[in-house]
Each structure stands twice: as C-alpha cells, then as structure tokens.
C-alpha cells in the first residue's frame, strides 16, 4: 500500500497529511484492565510507502523499544515521504512484569503463534497487529534484540517465500539494515525468521517483512541502539522517505547454517568466548567446574563459525546451550543494493 498524499486511518486512529497522530489499540482486558498496545502513525506531507516497525514483541528486549521510541521522535511529518506506523512496545503486560520470552497472561511467545487467531490473548494480539497494522503497509521491520539471558550478535533476517519480486525487496531491506550479516530463511530450515513468527506471517501475506537484531540480555547499550536507528534510517533513505543516500558500509556475509553447543555437565560455566568471536573446529569454548572447583568439562565447538549468541547464565545443567554459532559465505553480488557498498 502506498499513501498518496491523503490522511492515515487506522483502528481509529488518524493522522491527517503532515501530522502524527498517536493512540491505544484495544484488543482484550483482565480482570484488572485493559490489554493495549501503543500505535504512532506519522503521516508525510508527500506521497510515498507505508513502512511498519514494531518493538517490543518480546518486551524485555530494550534497545529497539529505545530505538523505535527515537525513530518516532526524530521523524518531521513535513518533510516525510510516505507514512510510518509504529508500535514501540507491542507486549505491554510482558513489558510491565519485566518478563521475558512469553506472556505473562497465557505463557505464549507471541513470536510463535502469528498468525494468531481467536484463540488466547497472544493469538489474538497476533492477529489483530497483522490485520490492523502491519498488512496496512508495503514493507515491515520488527525490531528484535536478544532476550533476558542471550548476547546477540547484530544480523537482519527475511523469509525466501517463492515470490521473486518480494524476495528480492526484502532482501534489499536486510542488505541496507544489517552492519555484517544476512539470514535469507526457507521453509525448515536453520535459519530465522521462522514459521510462527510475525515477519514469516506478513511475508506470507504479500509484505516485504525483515528481522531486525541488536542487542540483548536485557541492557540497553548506546551501540545496539545505534546499529537499530541507522539501519531504519539507511532503508527510509533507500525508499525515498527521507533525505539522502543509502549506504553499506562494507562487504557482508550470508548465513548458511547454525548450531548449537551444549553442556554434558553441570556446575559452573567459565566462558572463553564472546559474540562475534571466531573460532575453529575444536576450540575450547568453555570449561565447566563443579562445586568443589574440579574441571568436568571441557566444552569444544565440533565446528567452526562465528559466535553469533552467547548464553549468560553462569550455572549450568546438563543440555543447556552455551554458544550459537553462524556458519557464513560472502554474501553473494545483489543487484538491488550493490551501488551502496562502500568499498575500501
């Protein structure tokens, strides 16, 4: 959908041309109150697309509720091509308990159920988002950070649906988002975004949807904001939403596959890496000592790759993950976004 340069309607919220307007979106209650999410819609002067964020999906995740909350703020309707409509914190009751992964209402992760239904309040909350908001607009990013407990290394992900032209728009917007790496995930695979999720149901849905990662453990670090509000801007910039010119800021990697290494043991976890590392088949990658300090575990990766998501706990059980890593090849040449990587 493109907005030609008229008002902006939606769940009865509505910005005029050049305004934005800003609300609640109902859609249940508790026995205590109402379950809302926050809707800003900012409404260009001139014609352009309509471009969706959302944060907050897991609300624990800060640094791109943060930077949702500063693209909001530094966006100037007149002088906005297009419309944005944005939902800073989609999962407030999960926001207010400071809880991770899953409701605190009904124990579901609201990434796993879109696209939602009349079922539980996250299925409904699912569905309502897609149908109310994100299917209003041509292009989608969901702001995601590693959740309580994860180190994340930063990466933009889409879903290969079939449909080239989508594809191919999608894969521009992760290109543009992301300062390295790439994550193009078909169907059973080892990649994200997954089935279940928002960006997987607004892909199936005819929407050019991307994942957007940076951040984690529940900080909010100036760095990992930075890495969400430049990416958005760079791809507002590509789609001629605002001024000036897109730009990548060097050669990227694709994701090809990743794993996970595991604890045999318990006790407790002495980490040697951190997110970004490279490692090799066969580096120790942790040790694991039990309560009397006698080493039980040396942990070794069985492959090499970069570890893209680190775990943070310190005590650890026999299957617990401990390190995520990406297996990666040069993102191969893209047509659509070549002409903005800058080159040394």
């Known amino acids: 959908m493109e907005n030609n340069n008229s008002a902006f309607e939606t769940a009865g919220i509505r910005a005029e041309k050049d305004q934005t307007a800003r609300g609640f979106l109902q859609i249940g209650e508790t026995a205590t109150g109402s379950i809302a999410f926050p809707l800003v819609i900012v409404n260009g002067a001139a014609a352009g697309p309509v471009l969706c964020l959302t944060a907050g999906v897991h609300a624990t995740e800060y640094a791109p509720i943060e930077a949702a909350l500063r693209l909001i703020h530094s966006l ?147 760095a990992d904001v ?29 994701a090809t596959h990743r794993a996970i290494t595991r604890a045999t043991r318990s006790g407790l976890l002495r980490l040697k890496v951190k997110i970004g590392d490279v490692v090799s088949a066969g580096d120790v990658i942790a040790e694991i000592c039990d309560v009397f300090g006698d080493v039980v575990e040396t942990v070794r990766v069985e492959r090499g790759g970069i570890a893209g998501l680190v775990w943070a706990h310190k005590s650890v059980s026999t299957g617990d993950p401990i390190v995520r890593c990406w297996y990666t090849e040069p993102a191969p040449p893209f047509a659509a976004t070549d002409r903005f990587l800058e080159r040394a």
């Open 226 to 254: 930075d890495v969400h509000v430049a990416g958005v801007q760079n791809i507002m910039r590509y789609l001629g939403m605002i001024e000036g010119a897109p730009a990548i800021p060097g050669p990227q990697i694709k």
């Open 76 to 222: 100037d309707p007149r002088k906005l091509c297009g419309t944005v409509l944005a939902v800073p914190v989609v999962n407030m009751h999960m926001f207010a308990a400071r809880r991770g992964f899953v409701s605190p209402i009904d124990g579901l992760n609201l990434n796993k159920v879109a696209p939602g239904g009349d079922g539980s309040i996250s299925e409904i909350m699912a569905r309502t988002l897609l149908d109310r908001v994100i299917l209003r607009a041509q292009y989608y990013i969901d702001l995601h950070a590693g959740d309580l407990g994860e180190m994340l290394m930063p990466f933009a992900g889409c879903c290969v649906t079939g449909n080239q032209a989508l594809d191919q728009g999608a894969e521009a917007l992760a290109r543009l988002f992301t300062p390295g790496l790439i994550s193009l995930a078909q169907d059973g695979g080892t990649l994200p975004p997954f089935a279940g999720s928002l960006v997987y149901a607004a892909a199936r849905a005819g929407v050019a949807a991307m994942l957007a990662e940076s951040g984690g453990n529940g900080t909010l670090e100036e």
